[in-house]
């Protein structure tokens, strides 16, 4: 058959260039087949090529000339059970001179001596670096029609095919991926064009329905909670009624693809029970369904679904393009939501800023008005156009000491400070001012909220004459009904003293408690100014107990309270205003009385710290919250209780001052778990001995 060695070498070069000018395997196969029959000789040639996991993934058979494709379920047999599964086994070719006598030969029917079937036969594998990618078989309808000559020649061709097969494969699989990788580049650019969700939902739909070629395209959200799926848009045949339907949670395709994270692609889909009622298009019209999760931060959102092929099968690559795609379609619909909820949220803020019953005004870093809302515009009376070109400083006085000349101490925490608004018309309002930095139509600004205290400094003023009209109108008379009191005291007979000695107690009771609070209001007053306390002296804490006991004394024994007192031993003298301070340790001592429940206990005590007499009231009242520890010190303050006992909110408040002016300090703890109260506990300074 070969003259010599050279005519090989041709032969199998003339082979391999015509293999390798093939890229498409099917073209490759037909030409290895062709190849073999010309060169070798034979009735029929077959070849079958396997992937890595040596699963026949393509065949050809090449007989009296006709190429037959299709042939993987003709061909199973002899690859399970024949020669060629032998030759894959052995990785070694084989040949058969006798069909008859070779156990390795499946027989077939029209292999008997007196048929037109195989009589010996050829086979070989096909590697490529050193791995199996196919096997290709010669059979003759006579025996021994082969040698070794033959089986080498075979072989050779068989490893010029192998390359080749390989290089097809590879060229296959890389245009498959360019092909996968084209519709996500074009997915990705068409679906991030928009950012507004029911474009975003449609460029989705529209690059599915392109990618895939499929007649439906729709796309559902998991709802929450209860993760109900809601088809929110649906484009293509059948696709009008969708939108809106819903499938249970856990239920239909979607349902398992929620619940997996992972594609499903389902050729024949119209029979499959696994479907919910709403992924059946009208009419039953689902023939074929791939449906891929929508994830967004490692959860699933919603689904990608792809209904009825243009072309009746899914493409191989179906089920990638669409993950792909319903991967895209995660993080851009979760922009389009941030940006829909950020564009709720300056909405509200919008809507926030021109209702707000205070005025605002938006100035940039320097000052010029760029924004000002309704209440700005009524309150300086002028339209808010015209504050457009205003400085912030044309409309109120700004204290520079707490912004900076140029505005640089405002910061991220607001400044507060009282001012004066000026309006069109002349006029003049109180304002307090909170000013901070914001971030305004995305540029930095700042806010500067003006609100309007007409009200509480008139209601101040109100109060401040209020109580200068107690002091100055009640004084006097006071004094008069005490000297009154006094001597209508030194003509009582004797005989009526018993009876009438305790209505002139209470009587002098109720006028010390009256001179008390007068004397605190005006105290208060005065330390607000911050003058100076009065005359102080040196006095036994024990005695300035007594003085305050007797005066809550009568109070307490109303309530049926009991008052502890505990002094601690060799406590120095304190140095104090006598008067003042029996006030502040009345008022304290008082206000438990007033808080405890009846048969409550109240204690009361002192004990030395360092330069300081540290002394404590404490009741089992109702207590005090935390947050309100440090303002009900302050002016007016009282603290929202429906049925307690009245005051003025002003008590407190002198206390405070009061020891402050002492050098003290005064505040309120807990009583200790698991008793209930408040502990008020102030200091007094040390009586050195010289003084
Ligand atoms: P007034 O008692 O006249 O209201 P104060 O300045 O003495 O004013 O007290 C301010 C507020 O602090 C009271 O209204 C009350 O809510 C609260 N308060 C004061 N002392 C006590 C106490 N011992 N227990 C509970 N709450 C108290």
Redesign the pocket.
Known sequence: MFQDHRSVLELLYRVSREFASALDLKTVLTRVLFAAINNVGGERASIVVMDDNERVVESAIVYGNQLRESTTIQLKDTVDRGLAGWVVRNRQPALVPDTSKDSRWLRRQDDAQDRSGAKSAISVPLLSREKMVGVLTLVHSVPNAYGDEHLELMQAIADQAGVAIVNARLFTESQRQARVMTSLAEGAVNINTSLHMEQVFESILNQTKQALQVETAALGMVEQPGGEIVYRAAIGENSDKLVGKRIKAKEGIAGIVVRDGRGVLLPAASEDARLAEAEHLPGGNTRALSCAPIHAQGKVIGVLQAFNPLTKVFDPDALLVLTGLGGLAGSTIQNAQLFESLDVARQRYRDLFEDSIDPIVITDLQGTIVEANRQASTLSAHPTDKLHQFLIEQMHDINFEKTGRKFEKIGDSTIVYESTLYDSLGGTHPVEVYVRKVVFDEAESIQWILRDITERKDLDALREDLTAMIYHDLRSPLANILSSIDMIATVIPTSEIETSEPILKIAYQSLDRIQRLINSLLDLTRLEQNQPVGEQQAIAVSILFEGALEAVKPGAEGHNQTIKISLADLLPPVLIDVDMIRRVLI?LME??V??TPQKGEIAVGAERDGEFVRIFVQ?N????PEADRER?FDKF???K?KN?PG???????FCKLAVQGHGGRIWVEAVPAPGKG?RFIFTLPVAKKEE
Not at 621 to 624: E, K, L, Y
Not at 647 to 653: D, I, K, P, S
């Open positions: 008022n206000n438990a007033k808080y009741d009242g109702p207590g005090i009900i303050t009282r603290l209780n307690g005051g003025l909110g002003v008590g407190l408040a408040s």
